[in-house]
């Protein structure tokens, strides 16, 4: 469907690539105009942070907010327990309640880069659906919410019916999880006045339980809408690298990291990642991803910055920048790079090179670190590594180490006492 949208969210929605899908353009846009709009998106707590592949939905309520909305951040406190089966091929593992609440103290950090919380009309709101989730009586619950769900209709929703085409377990518990999140739907709407869903394009099904659950309860009409679920031209799940998840969180992935990982987006991807994740003009973002050869070069340097800066800010994302040149350009070591940490008395005893490689993140094993020895991409100082049962002590960690493997990826290692 073409829709021309009238409101300032759904152009930006539309212009810079975020929408998917809608389940009312023109409700959703004469809303948005009527007034402020309560928008919200939902994250389980299945991790300490959250990866790039959230990126986009933050994104989304960011601008919510700039457009003059109010953005809805929902911790799923109560549904982690139960976890979203959608497009899984297999039960997510059941975490105690202790470790959901870990995980939602070190996601909350993320959210204050990219709006603002508070008591006004379009501050943010951070709500935790097991206030009313833990509470439920489950008769109750059965009797009142869950005779207007059809399992027939359930069943046809493609991330179940996925699941069951490839013969793979789909437990009760998870089948609730649909119920659950359109629950979370309809109360909010009912304590909080929202009048939108978005997530990325897996959650359609779940989306529109909870806007024909409303509808039915409370005879109130609310909107839905979701992003494309996103991967690399070359075919690979956003927010995955070659080194492991691409964190928001600073204490899993430094700001020097973080800004590679966007100097090294591939060239189809430059101009479509610029008005996703950046705030950068369409007109310039369109400019600057039809660049070409070297030029292309510095519109990923912009990329990193720009995404840098607001999650990190300016100077972080300037010491990386820096940190960038003199590690390429330079050949130096750079003082933003990741650092591995050794004990003087693990240097006494001697420290393998293959453990070194782990230890900075620079392998996810043993057996990995060995491959990329034995495949030259491996070096110390800049120079090559060749023997796999290389070993140093205190004399060669005295002085600060850097490892790189390949041409791009880099860390240091120190000892301390």
Request: charged share 25%.
């Amino acid at each position: 469907m073409t829709y021309h949208p009238k409101s300032d969210f759904m152009r930006v929605m539309t212009e810079r690539g975020f929408l998917a899908d809608c389940t009312d353009y023109q409700g959703l846009d004469e809303a948005l105009i009527a007034g402020i709009v309560p928008g919200y998106i939902g994250f389980d707590a299945t991790a300490s942070s959250l990866h790039v592949g959230s990126l986009i939905q933050i994104m989304m309520l960011r601008w919510l907010q700039k457009c003059g909305g109010k953005p809805i951040v929902l911790m799923g406190g109560g549904t982690t327990k139960v976890g979203d089966p959608s497009f899984r091929a297999d039960e997510r593992p059941l975490l105690t309640e202790e470790q959901i609440d870990a995980n939602i103290a070190g996601i909350r950090a993320v959210f204050d880069s990219y709006i603002s919380f508070g008591d006004g009309a379009s501050d943010a709101l951070l709500l935790n659906n097991a206030e009313w989730l833990d509470g439920l009586n489950y008769l109750t619950f059965l009797r009142d919410v869950g005779r207007h769900f059809s399992i027939n209709r359930m069943l046809s929703f493609e991330s179940v019916k996925s699941r069951l085409d490839r013969e793979q377990s789909l437990s009760f518990l998870e089948f609730n999880y649909m119920i659950l999140q359109a629950y979370d739907f309809m109360e909010l709407h009912r304590r909080h006045g929202c009048l939108l869903q978005m997530g990325g394009s897996d959650q359609w099904g779940n989306i529109v339980n909870g806007i024909d659950l409303t509808r039915r309860i409370l005879d109130d009409a609310v909107f839905g809408l979701t992003s494309p679920l996103l991967t690399t031209s070359d075919g690979k799940k956003m927010g995955k690298s070659q080194s492991g998840a691409i964190w928001l969180n600073g204490d899993l992935l430094s700001a020097y990291e973080f800004w590679q990982f966007w100097r090294n987006t591939t060239d189809a991807d430059v101009g479509r990642f610029l008005k996703l994740y950046t705030e950068i003009p369409v007109e310039e973002c369109d400019r600057l991803g039809a660049l070409e050869g070297s030029d292309i070069n510095a519109a990923k340097v912009r990329l990193a910055n720009e995404v840098t800066t607001l999650l990190y800010g300016a100077d972080a994302a300037a010491a990386a920048e820096a940190t960038a040149r003199e590690v390429f350009e330079k050949g130096g070591a750079g003082d933003d790079l990741p650092t591995a940490i050794v004990s003087s008395s693990e240097a006494a005893e001697g420290i393998s090179i293959v453990q070194l490689f782990v230890r900075a993140g620079l392998a996810r094993s043993g057996k990995e670190a060995k491959r990329l020895i034995a495949e030259g991409g491996a070096k110390i100082n800049d120079a090559a590594v060749t023997d796999p049962g290389l070993v140093l002590d205190a004399t060669d960690l005295a002085c600060q180490v850097k490892l790189s493997a390949g041409r791009k990826r880099h860390a240091l290692i120190r000892m301390t006492d």
